[in-house]
């Protein structure tokens, strides 16, 4: 237990947001940004800490340093995740070269960012991340295309009647390409669209998560490459 995990403002009305953080100074500025937008903050400084907070308070979203004491963070994802707990998941990492590698471990991490980062983008890439999950959740009609059905209220996606588990950027990824079946988007109009800040991360991205997705969605991925441009969907893609 660190001395500094105490809430602020537990009861705020944007909800918790859960920094895990060992590093004090940073955890301080993020609560310190994070409070004044009117989140209540959670500091954890451990990972065996992070997993306890973020089973107990259910933040709307984590803040996840990836070197952490304990347990690290990827660690602490994996074991969330493995709980069927998707809370948004936005890695911190001091290395530029370990964004790869925690893509590469499909821990459903929804977004990431790069040490050093100011409070500012910090912030900014939270409010991203909790946005994208609250916009699918207003429109109530469930989309369908083929075997798939994605229902935006629960936020569950069916295949063939069969459940199958997405991240919440995977979620609103496949949503919005069935929001407008046979549109062609290109890499850095999903990019704007569905992560909401094209400048920040790279085309990549969208890759890897249409990867992710394709393999969750199996035969009855509607999602069709679109070559030099990008990606859409359509109710037989292999036409
Ligand atoms: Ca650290």
Same mark, same amino acid.
């Given at each position: 237990m660190s001395s500094f995990g105490q809430s602020s403002t537990p009861e705020s009305a944007r909800g918790v947001i859960l920094v895990v953080e060992d590093e004090q100074a940073i955890a301080d500025l993020l609560r310190l940004y994070l409070s004044r937008e009117g989140f209540g903050v959670h500091v954890a400084a451990d990972g065996e800490e992070a997993l306890r907070a973020a089973r107990t308070l259910h933040p709307a979203a984590i803040v996840l =340093? $990836?070197? %952490?004491?304990?347990?690290?963070g990827t660690e602490v994802c994996r074991q969330l995740r493995g709980e069927g707990n998707w809370t948004p998941v936005l890695f911190c990492t001091a290395? =530029? =070269?370990e964004v790869d590698r925690i893509l590469g471990l499909e821990l459903g991490a929804d977004d990431y960012i790069t040490k050093p980062f100011s409070p500012r983008e910090l912030v900014a890439r939270v409010k991203a991340v909790l946005r994208r999950s609250v916009i699918a959740a207003q429109n109530e009609a469930p989309l369908v295309m083929g075997q798939v059905r994605v229902d %935006?209220?629960?936020r569950r996606v069916d295949v063939a009647g069969s459940p199958v588990a997405l991240t919440a950027t995977e979620f609103d990824l496949l949503a919005h390409l069935l929001s407008q079946p046979s549109r062609v988007f290109s890499r850095d109009q999903l990019l704007s669209e569905?992560?909401?800040?094209?400048?920040? $991360?790279?085309t990549r991205t969208v890759d890897v998560h249409i990867a992710q997705l394709r393999a969750k969605l199996g035969d009855s991925s509607p999602i069709r490459t679109v070559r030099g441009v990008g990606y859409s969907a359509e109710p037989d893609p292999h036409e």
């Open positions: =340093d $990836v070197g %952490l004491p304990l347990i690290d290395r =530029d =070269d %935006l209220v629960t569905v992560w909401g800040y094209a400048a920040v $991360v790279g």
